[in-house]
Nanobody, 126 residues
Framework: QVQVVESGGGLVQAGGSLRLSCAASGRTFSTHVMAWFRQAPGNEREFVAAINWRGDTATYANSVKGRLTISRDNTNNTVFLQMNRLKPEDTAVYYC???????????????????WGKGTPVTVSS
């Protein structure tokens, strides 16, 4: 079992940056794909980015490519989401997910596998 706790959210102006962190507990962290999802008010939860267990392959939603970067530190059981050039439409609660599942599953609507944190809110003002 893996437990995850997100941090780093906050209020930022459009064009600014934030770095989200997800601290995971559990001896199997390094074997899990780690991902970030987000949910804006009134919207369904959506895939943002995922990274494989080795940390050498990342997948991004088209809406965030080139602006957000996912990375992981298996030594410290942590995954990060560096968010640059933020836009008001990035405003959402961001959730960390740990799963032993193919990344392609994570990009599908309705994905709900693995372990989830409680989320950290990000607000981007225009």
């Amino acid at each position: 079992q893996v437990q995850v706790v997100e941090s780093g959210g906050g209020l930022v102006q459009a064009g600014g940056s934030l770095r989200l962190s997800c601290a995971a507990s559990g001896r199997t962290f390094s074997t899990h794909v780690m991902a970030w999802f987000r949910q804006a008010p009134g919207n369904e939860r959506e895939f943002v980015a995922a990274i494989n267990w080795r940390g050498d392959t990342a997948t991004y939603a088209n809406s965030v490519k080139g602006r957000l970067t996912i990375s992981r530190d298996n030594t410290n059981n942590t995954v990060f989401l560096q968010m640059n050039r933020l836009k008001p439409e990035d405003t959402a609660v961001y959730y960390c997910n740990a799963a032993q599942a193919p990344i392609k599953f994570m990009t599908q609507n309705g994905y709900n596998m693995g372990f989830w944190g409680k989320g950290t809110p990000v607000t981007v003002s225009s």
